[in-house]
Each structure stands twice: as structure tokens, then as C-alpha cells.
């Protein structure tokens, strides 16, 4: 979207552009700040300026409107050197996915842009340089909600072959909404992976004093140089404040808050470990050491699932056509797995048909047990398949790796019961 006709007259008059320091007068209001870019989402009429305290904000103009310019932005040529070697450090490789975690600020506009180049990635934390040897590259640079089941694949591949390259670590930055998703496809796609793969993410962008974007980036990297645990984890901030990151089992991982810096949390399992701020790593589970055994990679997935959540008056004619055109479902039950017994027909009918259903709990805390009430019976005499505590994203992922990595019905039914990457346990944890 574009300026209103007016408003793009004011700033052409003033020959402002994005950088500039403007002083703003709207109905005898004063403002001051320098202009940043004008989105889509912007109304026409809205000029956005970034004020002293970093924040942005939005200021509405009419045609009483004044706009002055105070200064005008250096030019400024961005680093694109790389940092030398340092002997004695660990080498770790950060491949960009997108998302906020993936940004740099341009400290002459003040804008913040996503990180298109490997010099970008590495020079936006240069003090992770003292931690380790750096190497990037940028696989994609997308919104996680974009994310498919072909860059899974992609991403998955990229990881093992800079393993297998001399990588002692990976750090995958990622944007937060579809990050557990992602990093529980890794999970299964790399299984007993020998090294630390890492997620991060960051809940505000760099551009803002509350980010938490280097801290993330710097926690990672300390937990691959100094934590000597292999595996497919997920790192973020443990509190609001500054002191404490968790590393999370990437397939017991959910964000559980819209903004907060702290919004991941272990689900069914503690924290893998936690990171303070000083670098130290407290350790909550067992886990497997690092080695250098070759790491291999097993992509392929069915994209045939479908994850459903029950509700009360599910009707199980408008979802019929969805399930029965699939090979498996995954189906987020009330309680301990329920649902209306007017669904039974249904899960029976494709489980007759060799689809796959699989059974987890909406209440995400909690393990499923179809024994205890007699539409749960009825649910697992039509063939229905529980999975103790598992989350029902990481049980959507997991079957869709089964199903395209076992041979027979009965076989992915066994795989799905079965705990492949920490996904799921009997044991209870309060």
C-alpha cells in the first residue's frame, strides 16, 4: 500500500525519505523520529517514525499536516568480511531459515531487514566470534508459517551435510510460530543425529531494547561449544529477563505465548538444560554425548495427514471427505482422548480402510488413555492409536515421517507407539 496523495506531496516537498530525522506537527502535536519504511499493512494516511526510545510508532497526517527535516542518514557500507579463524574454537554453522531471529538492524534508517547474505548473520552477533568459529548461509528467508514439508526436507539434508562437512554444531534460526513443527521434522528426519543441532528463535525484533534475538543466538552457541549433548534441540529465553535460557527436546517443545520472550516450554518433560548468563549449563536429563559418527538423513513424509481438534458437535459428515482422502489423521481429543461417539463410525470406517488414526490430547499436559470410559473403548475397538503424552504437532509430524518410512499398516502403527526421538514416555510429570 502507498501513501495517500497527500502525504506522498508532503514528503516529496520535504524531499524526506526512509532514514531521515523528521520533525512531525499534527494537530498541535509535536513528534520526532526517523522515517521507516511504509508497509502494506500501513493505512495510507499513516507515517511511521521511530522515536528515541526505539520503538516505532504511527502517527495519522491530514492536510494541516507539517513535515521538516532535521538530518539526513550517512551512507553507510555494511560489513561484508568475514571474521578469520580463531584457533582452538568449535566451528559452528548457522543456516537462516527467516523469521525475526534472522534480521539485522540498518543503523542508519533504523529498519530492521532480513538477513540475505552470510556476512549479514555473522557480523549481526560478532560476539558469538569468541565462542566459536562461524560458517552461514541463508537456506531460505521466509515468515514459519510458510514453511512445507519440501523445505523440512531441505533444511534436514543442509544440516547433515555440513555435519558430515566438519561442523561441530548447527544453529538454525527460525521464525517462532512454526518452530516446534520444524524442529520435531528434523528430529525424526536426522534420528540418532551424533552432533547439536539447535533452533533459535526470538519473540522481538532486533530493533527494539527487549529483544531477545543475540541472547538466543548466544546461549545456543554456548550450549554446542561447551554442552557435549547430541540431538535436535530448541533454545530460548526461561524468563522474561536476561539470566536464564531453556534447551529444549525438539519434539517436547511449544511456543505457549503470543510475545513473551519466555513463550516455549518443555511439555510432558523438563528442559533439556538451561543456559544462565554467564555461559554455565545446568543439565536436567540424560542424553547422548557427541561423536563423529557420519549423520544420516531419512526425509521422505507423507503428506497425506491431517491434524484435527475435537469440539463438542463435531459433525463427522463435513470432515468424512478429508479423512477418507487421507492415510492418516491425527485427531487432539478432549480429556484423555475423547471424542463424541458419533465420530466412532468414522474412525472405524478408516481404520478398515488402513488410515491410520492416531489419538493424542487437546489438554497438551497429560498423557491419553482410551481404557478408562467406554467411548474411549469404543474409539480403540474401531481401531483408533494412542501415544501416551505425546503433543499432537509433534504426533501430525511424526506420522507423516512414519508413513512414508515403514511398509505396511500394521508396521507404522508399531513406529508410532514407539519413541523415536524423546517425543513420548509413560511417566508422568507433574
Not at 491530514?62 to 513535515?67: F, G, I, L, Q
Not at 538530518?71 to 523469521?99: F, Q
Not at 512445507?148 to 521464525?175: C, F, M, R, S, Y
Request: hydrophobic share 40%; proline share 4%; glycine share 8%.
Amino acid at each position: 500500500m502507498t501513501y495517500a496523495g497527500f502525504l506522498a506531496k508532503k514528503l516529496a516537498d520535504s524531499d524526506a525519505s526512509e532514514g531521515c530525522m523528521l520533525s512531525v506537527s499534527v494537530g498541535g502535536k509535536q513528534y520526532r523520529g526517523v522515517l521507516m519504511p511504509h508497509h502494506e499493512f500501513s493505512a495510507p494516511d499513516i507515517l511511521i517514525l521511530k522515536v528515541k526510545s526505539g520503538y516505532n510508532i504511527g502517527i495519522r497526517m491530514d492536510e494541516t499536516s507539517t513535515v521538516e527535516v532535521e538530518s539526513r542518514p550517512a551512507a553507510v557500507k555494511r560489513d561484508e568480511t568475514l571474521p578469520e579463524d580463531k584457533e582452538g574454537l568449535k566451528t559452528i554453522v548457522l543456516i537462516g531459515t527467516g523469521g525475526t531471529i534472522a534480521s539485522y538492524v540498518d543503523y542508519r534508517t533504523g529498519a530492521v531487514h532480513p538477513a540475505l547474505s552470510t556476512s549479514d548473520m555473522i557480523n549481526a552477533v560478532p560476539e558469538i566470534r569468541d565462542i566459536a568459529n562461524l560458517r552461514a548461509k541463508v537456506l531460505f528467508s521466509i515468515f514459519s508459517e510458510n514453511m512445507t514439508v519440501p523445505h523440512w526436507q531441505k533444511l534436514a539434508e543442509q544440516i547433515a551435510e555440513e555435519l558430515n562437512n566438519g561442523a561441530d554444531g548447527i544453529i538454525v534460526p527460525h521464525g517462532t510460530d512454526t518452530m516446534g513443527y520444524t524442529a520435531a521434522a528434523v528430529s525424526f528426519m536426522l534420528g540418532d543425529v551424533s552432533k547439536p543441532v539447535v533452533f533459535v528463535g526470538a519473540q522481538r525484533s532486533s530493533d527494539r531494547p527487549s529483544s531477545d534475538a543475540s541472547s538466543n543466538l548466544m546461549a545456543a552457541a554456548r550450549f554446542i561449544a561447551n554442552g557435549n549433548r547430541a540431538g535436535v534441540f530448541v533454545c530460548m529465553h526461561d524468563t522474561s529477563g536476561d539470566d536464564s535460557f531453556a534447551i529444549h527436546n525438539g519434539t517436547r517443545v511449544r511456543k505457549m505465548h503470543t510475545s513473551r520472550r519466555d513463550a516455549f516450554r518443555s511439555i510432558n518433560a523438563p528442559a533439556v538444560a538451561h543456559v544462565d548468563k554467564e555461559g554455565k549449563i545446568t543439565f536436567n536429563t540424560d542424553g547422548r554425548p557427541v561423536s563423529d559418527a557420519p549423520v544420516t538423513v531419512s526425509s521422505a513424509m507423507c503428506r497425506d495427514v491431517v491434524l484435527l481438534q475435537f469440539y463438542p458437535g463435531m459433525d463427522p459428515a463435513l470432515f468424512r471427505d478429508v479423512v477418507m482422502k487421507s492415510k492418516g489423521v491425527v485427531i487432539a481429543g478432549s480429556g484423555l482422548g475423547h471424542v463424541n461417539e458419533n465420530m466412532v463410525p468414522l474412525i472405524r470406517e478408516a481404520s478398515e480402510k488402513g488410515i491410520l488414526v492416531v489419538i493424542t490430547s487437546q489438554c497438551l499436559n497429560g498423557r491419553t488413555n482410551l481404557n478408562v470410559y467406554n467411548t474411549g473403548r469404543d474409539m480403540l475397538a474401531a481401531g483408533a492409536v494412542t501415544v501416551l503424552d505425546m503433543l499432537p504437532e509433534t504426533a501430525y509430524v511424526k506420522l507423516m515421517w512414519v508413513l512414508a518410512n515403514t511398509k505396511s499398516y500394521e508396521a507404522a502403527k508399531v513406529a508410532m507407539q514407539s519413541c523415536m526421538a524423546g517425543e513420548m514416555s509413560d511417566r508422568r510429570e507433574e
